[in-house]
């Protein structure tokens, strides 16, 4: 039943539509990080603090969408500084990295999807209806309530650690193959743990390969 469960959980997350958002933020980015801000304008507003000597940023607007790009100027870069991004609220964002961090410090917005090849992803919020972070080797760290939506934190080598809020409701599921599920005080190796905080339709999934996965609440 739990494997079901979980099956469904994923689909769900993967393929369910998001009627919210009528505008998208699209992020690609090379050896820069990312920090993410709730802005108060009407548009995205970028400050490009990276290295200009290793990397080139590009950002272009379409219908109401932005794009924002950064490639290395050479097959060697690394550290080439930040892009601090604030965004409006109503915008769809979908970002992914390559050796780049990315932190989230206000909203996550309606709908966030975030993949760093090689980075970590510390996140002070989950979007309103659906979050994708996904990380190959990095860490994932949430501090954030949890009151809506579908959630699905995954690392390949990396630990999740999430820190629910008061007042968070939903069922929350702590899963690694290789490593240690942890809910609470309850710890198990190499399974996956499910928790109740409520009974509303939200859900939660922290899933590591060879990392820990933690939630906490």
Same mark, same amino acid.
């Given at each position: 039943?739990?494997?079901? =469960?979980?099956?469904?959980?994923?689909?769900?997350?993967? =393929?369910?539509?998001?009627?919210? @958002?009528?505008?998208?933020?699209?992020?690609?980015? /090379?050896?820069?990080?990312?920090?993410?801000?709730?802005?108060?304008?009407?548009?995205?507003?970028? /400050?490009?603090?990276?290295?200009k000597?290793?990397?080139?940023? /590009?950002? +272009?607007?379409?219908?109401?969408?932005?794009?924002?790009?950064?490639?290395?100027?050479?097959n060697?870069?690394?550290?080439?500084?930040?892009?601090?991004?604030?965004?409006?609220?109503?915008y769809?964002?979908?970002?992914?990295? *390559?050796?780049?961090? =990315?932190?989230? $410090?206000?909203?996550?917005?309606?709908?966030?999807?975030?993949?760093? *090849?090689?980075?970590?992803?510390?996140?002070?919020?989950?979007?309103?209806?659906? %979050?994708? =972070? +996904?990380? *190959?080797?990095?860490?994932?760290?949430?501090?954030?309530?949890?009151?809506?939506?579908?959630?699905?934190?995954?690392? *390949?080598?990396?630990?999740?650690?999430?820190?629910?809020?008061?007042?968070? %409701?939903?069922?929350?599921?702590?899963?690694? +193959?290789?490593?240690?599920?942890?809910?609470?005080?309850? $710890?198990?190796? @190499?399974?996956?743990?499910?928790?109740?905080?409520?009974?509303?339709?939200?859900?939660?999934?922290?899933? $590591?390969?060879?990392?820990? @996965?933690?939630?906490?609440?």
């Amino acid at each position: 039943m739990k494997i079901k =469960f979980l099956a469904s959980l994923t689909f769900s997350i993967l =393929f369910a539509a998001n009627s919210y @958002a009528s505008n998208i933020l699209e992020i690609n980015v /090379t050896a820069a990080d990312v920090i993410l801000e709730s802005g108060k304008g009407k548009e995205p507003s970028i /400050t490009d603090n990276t290295n200009k000597s290793q990397v080139k940023v /590009t950002i +272009e607007k379409s219908d109401g969408n932005f794009y924002i790009t950064s490639k290395g100027l050479s097959n060697s870069v690394s550290n080439a500084g930040q892009l601090i991004i604030q965004i409006p609220e109503g915008y769809k964002i979908n970002a992914k990295g *390559m050796s780049s961090n =990315f932190r989230v $410090t206000s909203s996550c917005g309606t709908k966030i999807k975030i993949r760093s *090849m090689s980075g970590d992803i510390r996140s002070n919020c989950l979007a309103v209806s659906e %979050t994708q =972070f +996904e990380s *190959m080797s990095g860490d994932i760290k949430v501090n954030s309530s949890l009151k809506s939506g579908m959630h699905l934190l995954s690392s *390949m080598s990396g630990d999740i650690d999430v820190m629910l809020r008061d007042g968070s %409701t939903g069922k929350v599921v702590a899963i690694s +193959e290789k490593g240690s599920a942890q809910i609470n005080q309850e $710890t198990k190796r @190499a399974g996956k743990i499910l928790k109740e905080l409520g009974k509303d339709e939200v859900v939660l999934v922290a899933k $590591t390969i060879s990392g820990d @996965a933690s939630i906490e609440f």
